[in-house]
Nanobody, 124 residues
Framework: QVQLVESGGGLVQAGGSLRLSCAAS????????MGWFRQAPGKERAFVAA????????TYADFVKGRFTISRDNAKNTVYLQMNSLKPDDTAVYYC?????????????????WGQGTQVTVSS
């Protein structure tokens, strides 16, 4: 059974940084793409970033380009989201997810497995 466990969320002031981690288990991590999504209160879940199985390819939502970086360590079965220059609009629950393929999709429906989420709150 695939399990994803996020950590690293918290409260940070605007302009600050956080690094989220997502530990995966239950299958061969290095064969599948990973993604990060977020959901703010009253809003739909939105794509943030995704990375291919090898880590060679990434894609980002426009609103995080230049501020967030997705990476993975296949030896540790972990994907990361480094978030810099945080803004109050970045406040949301952040979820990691994994697909059934190696391709780094931007669409929520392409992801079969989800973590429980970690809260990120950015104060102004």
């Amino acid at each position: 059974q695939v399990q994803l466990v996020e950590s690293g969320g918290g409260l940070v002031q605007a302009g600050g940084s956080l690094r989220l981690s997502c530990a995966a288990s239950g299958r061969t991590f290095s064969r599948y793409a990973m993604g990060w999504f977020r959901q703010a209160p009253g809003k739909e879940r939105a794509f943030v970033a995704a990375i291919s199985d090898s880590g060679d390819s990434t894609t980002y939502a426009d609103f995080v380009k230049g501020r967030f970086t997705i990476s993975r360590d296949n030896a540790k079965n972990t994907v990361y989201l480094q978030m810099n220059s945080l803004k109050p609009d970045d406040t949301a629950v952040y979820y990691c997810a994994t697909t059934e393929s190696s391709y780094y999709w931007r669409f929520t429906y392409a992801y079969a497995y989800w973590g429980q989420g970690t809260q990120v709150t950015v104060s102004s």
